[in-house]
């Protein structure tokens, strides 16, 4: 089984601040991690994705995120908050490679608001 | 013309109307997704085409009718519904195929149907 849990539903920092959406995942497996972002009133998009390479992932708008496996955690960062940013954050865990995306589990998602 | 295609943006209907959701993908994928949005809950898979044929139903209930004619088309179908399947439906497609190389590709999402069941 599988699960991944987003600390914090709303997330609120100044334009410019340091950008921090903290998650944690289980899986009895190695996993695939991901982050995606939902900007209003779209669909999700693809931000980045750990898939047993690089522990430090870059994405798409200057975010990254980190794969810790001691601490069982993929949180994404981005050094300095834009407006644009505003949206929602969704961490999502797949249980293995050999697994499809019948298999991804969502977290229940984090609201970026920007402060200008 | 966006890659995932969802129509409509907005739906109201009865609990006693029969209506359906289309979408349609022109990214060449083979694999094709419905998931339901609601409020405080996490992104629930509802049905998963590959290559036309379903190959996941997540308990679905039979008042939600997929079908998917072709790896570009697919819809779902809605009769007898309840208020509480009020959300928003997205559609979502990925490579697919079955190759090791395809899984947890990337998915590719409509914009989705605000469904309101009155």
């Known amino acids: 089984a599988q699960s991944v849990t987003q600390l914090g539903s709303h997330v609120s920092v100044s334009e410019g601040a340091l950008v921090l959406l903290r998650c944690n995942y289980s899986s009895s497996v190695p996993p695939y991690l991901f982050w995606y972002v939902q900007y209003p009133n779209q669909g999700l998009q693809l931000l980045l994705k750990y898939t047993s390479a690089a522990t430090l992932v870059k994405g798409i708008n200057g975010f990254e995120a980190e794969f810790k496996k001691s601490e069982t955690s993929f949180h994404l960062t981005k050094p300095s908050a834009h407006m644009s940013d505003a949206a929602e954050y969704f961490c999502?865990?797949?249980?293995?490679?050999?697994?499809?995306?019948?298999?991804?589990?969502f977290g229940t998602g984090t609201r970026l608001t920007i402060i200008p | 013309e966006t890659g995932v295609t969802q129509t409509p943006r907005h739906l109201v209907m009865g609990m006693t109307n029969k209506k359906s959701l289309k979408c349609e993908q022109h990214?060449?994928?083979?694999?094709m997704y419905w998931y339901k949005q609601s409020a405080k809950k996490p992104l629930e898979l509802m049905f998963v085409y590959n290559f036309k044929e379903q190959t996941e139903n997540n308990s679905v209930p039979s008042r939600f009718s997929p079908e998917c004619p072709n790896s570009s088309h697919l819809f779902l179908h809605l009769h007898t519904l309840q208020p509480e399947d009020s959300a928003l439906y997205l559609c979502?497609?990925?490579?697919?195929?079955?190759?090791?190389?395809?899984?947890?590709?990337?998915?590719?999402f409509g914009n989705g149907t605000r469904l309101t069941v009155t």
């Open positions: 999502a865990v797949s249980g293995a490679p050999n697994f499809g995306n019948e298999k991804l589990t």
């Open positions: 979502a497609s990925s490579q697919g195929g079955g190759a090791p190389s395809s899984y947890n590709s990337p998915l590719h």
């Open positions: 990214l060449g994928h083979n694999a």
